[in-house]
C-alpha cells in the first residue's frame, strides 16, 4: 500500500487556471505566506447600482528574475455584478468565478471593469486568492495569499461582515485525520499478521 502511494504523481501547479479547487485558496503552491501580498486596488467604500468601476488585481510577493517565466496566477469569486478583464486571452470564467490562462501567468496585474447590479442594494463580497510563482514549472517555492473585501451599497444602512480566511486546522479535520491514521496502522498490523 505505502508503495502505491509513493507511485502517485505530486502535486504541480495549473498554468491555465483553477475553478472551485481554489476556492480556498491556491493550495497546490505550498501555504499561505505573509511575503505575498494580493489586492484589489479601485474598491469603492461603498457601491452604486449599475456604476462600472475600475479595478486592479496586484499581487506583490519575492521577485521572479526571469520575465520571461510565469509569475503568477489568481482565483476570483465576486458575489454580484459583471466582471469584464481588460486583455480575454489573459483570463477565464470558470466555475463561478475568474481565472488566469496560460498567456495571463507572465505577469503580477490584471485589470479589470465590475458593473453593479441594476437593482440589487445587497452587499457585493469580492474574494482573490493569488500566488507568486517562482517559474520553475513546479509547486515547489511558490507563495500565495488571499484578498477579501465586503462593500455595501451606498443606500443600504448595514455595513456587511468582512470575509475572513481561517487557515487553522480544526478540530474536524485533525478528528478524520487521526481516523485515517488509525485505520491505516490497524490495516498494516492485520496484513503483517
Known amino acids: 500500500m505505502v508503495l502505491m ?5 505530486s502535486l504541480s501547479s495549473v498554468p491555465t487556471g483553477v475553478g472551485e479547487l481554489g476556492n480556498d485558496g491556491c493550495t497546490c503552491h505550498g501555504g499561505d505566506s505573509d511575503d505575498v501580498s494580493v489586492e484589489l486596488i479601485g474598491l469603492p467604500e461603498f457601491y452604486q447600482s449599475n456604476a462600472t468601476y475600475n479595478l486592479s488585481i496586484v499581487i506583490s510577493g519575492p ?12 482565483r476570483m469569486i465576486a458575489s454580484q455584478g459583471t466582471i469584464i478583464f481588460e486583455n480575454s486571452s489573459q483570463v477565464k470564467e470558470l466555475e463561478a468565478g475568474w481565472t488566469h490562462e496560460f498567456e495571463g501567468t507572465y505577469q503580477r496585474v490584471w485589470n479589470l471593469t465590475w458593473t453593479a447590479h441594476t437593482s440589487s442594494l445587497d452587499p457585493v463580497q469580492f474574494i482573490v486568492h493569488g500566488n507568486a510563482v517562482n517559474g520553475n514549472e513546479q509547486s515547489s517555492g511558490d507563495e500565495w495569499n488571499s484578498f477579501g473585501a465586503a462593500i455595501a451599497h451606498i443606500d443600504s444602512p448595514t455595513q456587511p461582515e468582512q470575509p475572513v480566511f481561517d487557515r487553522d486546522i480544526g478540530l474536524i479535520d485533525w478528528t478524520v485525520f487521526t481516523f485515517g491514521l488509525s485505520a491505516l ?9
Open 63 to 74: 521577485e521572479q528574475s526571469d520575465q520571461e517565466r510565469h509569475q503568477g496566477g489568481f
Open 185 to 193: 496502522f490497524f490495516f498494516l498490523v492485520r496484513v503483517a499478521r
Open 5 to 9: 502511494l509513493l507511485g502517485l504523481p
